[in-house]
């Protein structure tokens, strides 16, 4: 069953190795479904020079995220997750403790140098490089619904569609991956495929026959999972109509 970090293993690392100058976590973990706690590592970042830099793709709108209050220096979302919008943006937040190290930074970079970014932000509100300009105007729209609705009510909804899910898969006779309910996402449910079913069958017939496309697990979990996203527009109706064609599709799938 899977699990979030051991933050005593997180603690030990970093007074074992005084030179580790940061942590890099993932948020909301995809492979898995599993939300890593960012405030318990923000805990032993503040108040030292190390940074914390933390994957939020998938996590960013549908999870609670607070920058400051957690300690997080460096944040990454991009727009094809929980904004509702395709690929081809990406965002960046960093702390003031982030934009110190990045003055004081001597790595080679271009196209990474946050302090053009920073530069042009301040002084001309302009990009560097041409961003995908189609993708920052359906932004203004996609944040305007997203914010009409509220960032706390989203969560909400999106808590209570992962547990409608969950029911659903579970008295489809489908176990639940992730057994300690407080690191599941409101992203994807991801589920283990009864014993007797082929899960990269069952995946490729939802695609094949209806309207609907299913993750499947990664690596070891290949075959034996499903990973049903929730995020966008995604809303128990969506979750009913899955059901009923995974019922149908499951008796071709027994191995
Ligand atoms: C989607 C996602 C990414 C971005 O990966 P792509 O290969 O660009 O799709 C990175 N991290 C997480 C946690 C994600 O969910």
Redesign the pocket.
């Known amino acids: 069953m899977e699990k979030t970090y051991n933050v005593v293993d997180v603690q030990e690392m970093l007074e074992k190795h005084p030179a580790i100058k940061g942590i890099f976590v993932?948020y909301?973990?995809?492979a898995t479904g599993v939300v890593n706690n960012l405030e318990q590592l923000g805990n032993l970042t503040k108040n030292t020079d190390r940074l914390l830099i933390a994957?939020c793709?998938?996590g960013m709108i549908v999870q609670q995220f607070h920058l400051d209050e957690w300690g997080v220096d460096c944040a990454v979302a991009?727009s094809?997750?929980g904004f509702l919008l395709p690929?081809g943006l990406s965002f960046v937040a960093l702390s003031n403790k982030a934009k110190e190290a990045v003055e004081h930074s001597n790595i080679p970079k271009y196209y990474w140098d946050y302090r053009k970014y920073l530069n042009y932000f301040y002084n001309k509100a302009e990009q560097p490089f041409t961003p995908a300009i189609s993708i920052v105007v359906a932004l203004k729209a996609a944040l305007r619904q997203l914010l009409a609705k509220g960032l706390p009510q989203i969560i909400e909804d999106k808590q209570s569609i992962r547990k409608y899910a969950e029911d659903k898969f579970k008295e489809l006779g489908f176990t639940l991956f992730i057994e300690d309910e407080s690191i599941r996402g409101n992203v994807l449910v991801p589920v283990i495929v009864p014993k007797d079913i082929d899960g990269s069958k069952l995946t490729a017939l939802i695609d094949e026959r209806y309207d609907f496309t299913v993750a499947g697990g990664m690596g070891i979990y290949a075959g034996r999972m499903l990973r049903v996203g929730i995020i966008g527009e995604i809303t128990e109706r969506e979750i009913d109509l899955l059901i009923e064609y995974i019922k149908e599709v499951l008796p071709e799938c027994k191995k």
């Open positions: 993932t909301h973990e995809t994957d793709i998938s991009s094809q997750k690929p």
